[in-house]
C-alpha cells in the first residue's frame, strides 16, 4: 500500500512564507506532485518534482528528497487568494495512478 | 484550449435512477480519469482509461459504469446508487502516465436521495 502524510491546516498572514511537508510511504516511486483546490473548485496542478531538488514556479518552489521520501511546498510572498486546500500527491510508477495525500489547508489573514 | 469540460455541473437523483455523467477535453490527451471526492478528503481515483481503454479501475461497485467512446469522451453511468455515493465527481486528463500533471475539470456535483 501508499500511504502520505501532511500537515492538516496551517494558518499564516500576508506576506508570509508557509512550507508544506509531505513524507510518503509507497511500493514504488516516480514523482511528487502538488495541486491546489479552493473551495468549490476543481483541483489545479501547481509542480511536480521526479529528481531531487528545488524546482521553483513563480512564488511557489517544491523540494523532493528520494532518499527521505519527502518533499515540500514553499508558498512565498503569501496572497489571500492562496487560501485553499493543497494535496501532495504520488505517481507509484509512470502508469497513470496518482495518489493524493489529505490535503492542508491554508488560511491566509489580513 | 486547456480545458475539461463537466456536465451536469450539479445532478440530483434517486436510487432507482439510471443517469450519467459527461466529460470532454480537446488537448489530445490519451489518458482520462474520474476521481470521486467527499467533502474534506482528497480526490480518489475510480477510474482510468488510456487509449480508449479501461486500465485501471479502483475496484469501483459496478453501479458506476465508465464509458470511452473516443478520445474526447468520457461518461460515467450511474445506476442503482447509494445515498453514500453523494459527492463530486472529477473527471481529468492528462498526456501521459507518470507525469504526475492531470487537469481536472470542474465536476459534477452528486446527490443521491
Known amino acids: 500500500g501508499q500511504s502520505l502524510e501532511q500537515p492538516s491546516e496551517v494558518t499564516a498572514v500576508e506576506g508570509a512564507i508557509v512550507q508544506i511537508n509531505c513524507t510518503y510511504q509507497t511500493s514504488g516511486f516516480y514523482g511528487l506532485s502538488w495541486y491546489q483546490q479552493h473551495d468549490g473548485g476543481a483541483p489545479t496542478f501547481l509542480s511536480y518534482n521526479a529528481l531531487d531538488g528545488l524546482e521553483e514556479t513563480g512564488r511557489f518552489s517544491s523540494f523532493l528528497s528520494r532518499s527521505d521520501s519527502y518533499g515540500y511546498l514553499l508558498l512565498q510572498e503569501l496572497q489571500m487568494k492562496d487560501s485553499a486546500s493543497y494535496f501532495c500527491a504520488v505517481s507509484e510508477s509512470n502508469d497513470y495512478k496518482l495518489s493524493f495525500g489529505a490535503g492542508t489547508t491554508v488560511t491566509v489573514r489580513a | 484550449d486547456t480545458e475539461v469540460t463537466q456536465t451536469p455541473k450539479h445532478l440530483v437523483m434517486g436510487m432507482t435512477n439510471k443517469k450519467s455523467l459527461k466529460c470532454e477535453q480537446h488537448m489530445g490527451h490519451r489518458a482520462m480519469y474520474w476521481y470521486k471526492q467527499k467533502a474534506k478528503k482528497p480526490p480518489e481515483l475510480m477510474f482510468v482509461?488510456?487509449?480508449?481503454?479501461?486500465?485501471i479501475n479502483e475496484s469501483v461497485p459496478s453501479r458506476f459504469s465508465p464509458e470511452c467512446p473516443n478520445s474526447s469522451l468520457l461518461n460515467l453511468h450511474l445506476h442503482a446508487l447509494q445515498p453514500e455515493d453523494s459527492a463530486l465527481y472529477l473527471c481529468?486528463?492528462?498526456?501521459?502516465?507518470?507525469?504526475?500533471?492531470?487537469?481536472f475539470g470542474e465536476g459534477s456535483r452528486l446527490t443521491v436521495l
Open positions: 481529468a486528463s492528462s498526456r501521459q502516465g507518470g507525469t504526475g500533471e492531470l487537469f
Open positions: 482509461y488510456s487509449y480508449e481503454k479501461l486500465s
